[in-house]
């Protein structure tokens, strides 16, 4: 059973000391995403989650110190980020630092790789709503677990436990790393043949997740820097963004 924060101290971790050789160039903080540029000019996204911790509007008391800093000092909020604004900063920072998996990494719609077949049980945590008619196009079931109930009807803790530990595949949003969820759902899970970690949040670094359930990561690489920044800067989403990403996905512990 995996402690909540796991994955994300793996993260830290993992990538401290090159953290210790790179700055800030930019930070840009929009309505969806975060997007972070160092100073060798890699960048770096991860989404926007609501935080309900928080009471009333989340600003950040650091601003406009961020350009120029050490991005190891920013890389910490993996782990000491009071919500999941400075955590999402901190995942920004280390999908900027990681390498681009180049030589393992297929652009493809992930769904193509899961083989979902007529009757098998898909549980998806964090509404994909691209996903769903292709999903169910297959014949299998899908079960939907989503925290915010705008966006759908929010099952019973019995029924989410039911879904993850009965299912044969799990889709898992990358956003469960920034709200802290993550470790509880995937030891929820029972069985599956495949679950997979996705969004362009996702952090692209398998070895992080070595004792997990995770066998499929499926994450996005920025390509066009300066479009991706003003993109965020402007209150873009995943659509605008898309033509300014690679997406990847990375198949492991099969």
Same mark, same amino acid.
């Given at each position: $059973? ?5 994955? #994300? ?60 800093? *050490?991005? !190891?000092?920013?890389?910490?909020? #993996?782990?000491?980020?009071? =919500? ?7 995942? &920004?920072?280390? =999908? ?18 899961? *083989? #979902? ?5 898909? @549980? $998806? ?9 292709? /999903? !169910? &196009? ?7 677990? !989503?925290? =915010?109930?705008?966006? #759908? ?12 530990? %009965?299912?044969?595949? @799990?889709?898992?949003? @990358?956003?469960?790393? +920034?709200? *802290?969820?993550?470790?509880? $759902? ?7 043949? +495949?679950? @997979? ?7 692209? $670094?398998?070895? /992080? ?24 800067? %402007? ?5 605008? +963004? ?7 996905? +990375?198949?492991? =512990?099969?």
């Amino acid at each position: $059973m995996l402690k909540s924060g796991t994955i #994300l101290n793996r993260l830290y971790e993992t990538l401290a000391h090159a953290a210790k050789d790179r700055r800030i160039a930019d930070l840009r903080v929009g309505l969806s995403y975060v997007g972070v540029k160092l100073d060798d000019g890699t960048a770096g996204i991860a989404a926007l989650v609501p935080d309900t911790s928080s009471q009333g509007c989340t600003v950040l008391k650091e601003a406009g110190t961020y350009a120029g800093a *050490n991005a !190891e000092d920013i890389l910490v909020y #993996l782990v000491d980020g009071p =919500n999941s604004l400075y955590r999402a900063i901190g995942l &920004a920072v280390a =999908n900027a630092l990681l390498e681009s998996p180049l030589d393992q990494a297929e652009d493809r719609e992930a769904t193509t790789y899961f *083989n #979902l077949q007529p009757g098998e049980k898909v @549980a $998806m945590v964090g509404l994909f709503a691209p996903l769903v008619k292709r /999903i !169910e &196009a297959t014949g299998a079931i899908l079960t939907v677990i !989503e925290k =915010n109930p705008d966006r #759908l009807e929010i099952l019973s803790p019995d029924d989410r436990q039911k879904a993850l530990k %009965e299912c044969d595949v @799990a889709i898992i949003t @990358a956003t469960t790393l +920034l709200n *802290n969820t993550f470790e509880e $759902m995937t030891n929820l899970l029972g069985e599956p043949r +495949l679950v @997979a970690t996705m969004g362009p949040s996702t952090p692209l $670094m398998p070895e /992080i997740f070595h004792d997990t359930r995770i066998t499929h990561l499926g994450g996005a690489v920025v390509k066009d820097t300066a479009r991706v920044m003003q993109i965020v800067s %402007e209150g873009g989403g995943t659509p605008a +963004l898309r033509p300014y990403l690679r997406f990847v996905n +990375l198949i492991f =512990n099969l």
